[in-house]
C-alpha cells in the first residue's frame, strides 16, 4: 500500500508534539476527509494503508495553545510509495477583537446559532469560480460577550468576515 510519513519540527528544530494531520482524497473536483494522526514526541507522525494513485491534501494544524501557522500541502500519491512530507512550523499571527452593534453592545445571533469569524489571505481574490474552493486562512467562534479570538494566521494581511453560525469542530 501507499503511505505520508514525516516530522514536524518548529523553527528552531525542536519536535513538535500533538500536531494534528488531516488527510484529504481529492475526487472529481473536491476534496474528502480521509483521516487524521497526531504527532508523536518525535514529532514523527505515519498513515499507511491509503488508496493510490491519488492525490492528496495534507494539513499540519498545531497543537491546541500554540501560534503556530497552519500548512497545507498537495501532491500525487503514487501506488505502492510511502511519500515523505516533512513540516517546519513557523510562529502565527493572532487577530482578537469583539463584535459590537452601533450602541457598542454585543451582538447576538438569531437564535442559538451563534457568530463565527473567518478570515481570508488579503491577496484571496473571489468570484463565482473560486468562492466555493477557497481555503480559509482561520476560524474563531464569537462568545456571548462579543469576543472571538483567530490564531495560526500566516504572517499576511487578513481579511476578516462575520458570519452566522458556529464552526464544526
Given amino acids: 500500500g501507499s503511505g505520508i510519513v514525516g516530522t514536524i519540527n518548529n523553527y528552531i528544530g ?3 508534539v500533538s500536531a494534528k494531520i488531516n488527510i484529504e482524497q481529492k475526487l472529481i473536483d473536491k476534496y474528502n476527509y480521509i483521516t487524521s494522526v ?3 514526541s518525535a514529532g514523527s507522525y505515519s498513515i499507511i494503508g491509503l488508496p493510490a494513485p491519488a492525490r492528496y491534501r495534507v494539513t499540519c494544524e498545531p497543537p491546541a495553545g500554540m501560534d503556530y501557522v497552519i500548512q497545507s500541502v498537495e501532491f500525487d500519491l503514487p501506488a505502492g510509495i510511502t511519500q515523505v512530507q516533512n513540516f517546519t512550523m513557523n510562529l502565527s499571527g ?3 477583537g469583539k463584535v ?5 453592545l454585543p451582538v447576538m445571533a438569531p437564535g442559538n446559532m451563534g457568530y463565527s469569524i473567518v478570515t481570508f489571505s488579503a491577496t484571496r481574490v473571489f ?3 473560486t468562492l466555493a474552493t477557497a481555503q480559509p486562512s482561520g476560524f ?3 462568545d456571548s460577550s462579543g469576543n472571538y479570538v ?3 494566521l500566516p504572517p499576511e ?3 476578516i468576515y462575520v458570519i452566522v453560525g458556529m464552526k464544526d469542530e
Fill in 94 to 96: 493572532t487577530i482578537r
Fill in 140 to 142: 474563531g467562534v464569537v
Fill in 14 to 16: 525542536l519536535p513538535v
Fill in 150 to 152: 483567530v490564531r495560526g
Fill in 38 to 40: 497526531y504527532s508523536i
Fill in 100 to 104: 459590537t452593534n452601533f450602541a457598542q
Fill in 127 to 129: 468570484n463565482l469560480d
Fill in 157 to 159: 494581511a487578513q481579511d
